[in-house]
Nanobody, 124 residues
Framework: QVQLVESGGELVQAGGSLRLSCEAS????????MAWFRQAPGKEREFVAA????????NYQDSVKGRFTISRDNTKNTVYLQMNSLKPEDTAVYYC?????????????????WGQGTQVTVSS
């Protein structure tokens, strides 16, 4: 069992930056592919970014490429999402997810563990 706790969400102006963190419990973090998803009000959950368990592969949704960076620190059991040049359309609840030895895919069904989410609001 893996427990995920997100933090770092807040209200920010358009063009600003935020760094989200997701800390995982347990001693097997390095075997989990980690991902970020988001869900805006009235919309379906969507994939944002993923980093494979070894760190050797990273996958981004097209709309965040060049603005967001996913990274992980296995010594701290933590995955990060650095978000720059934020836009109002980035407003959503951001969720962290884990998939053991996953391929860093974009389908939510492939991820076994989810955090509670952290709210990101970008004002125009």
């Amino acid at each position: 069992q893996v427990q995920l706790v997100e933090s770092g969400g807040e209200l920010v102006q358009a063009g600003g930056s935020l760094r989200l963190s997701c800390e995982a419990s347990g001693r097997t973090f390095s075997t989990y592919t980690m991902a970020w998803f988001r869900q805006a009000p009235g919309k379906e959950r969507e994939f944002v970014a993923a980093i494979i368990w070894s760190g050797s592969r990273i996958n981004y949704q097209d709309s965040v490429k060049g603005r967001f960076t996913i990274s992980r620190d296995n010594t701290k059991n933590t995955v990060y999402l650095q978000m720059n040049s934020l836009k109002p359309e980035d407003t959503a609840v951001y969720y962290c997810a884990a998939d053991r030895y996953g391929s860093a895919g974009s389908r939510g069904e492939n991820y076994d563990y989810w955090g509670q989410g952290t709210q990101v609001t970008v004002s125009s």
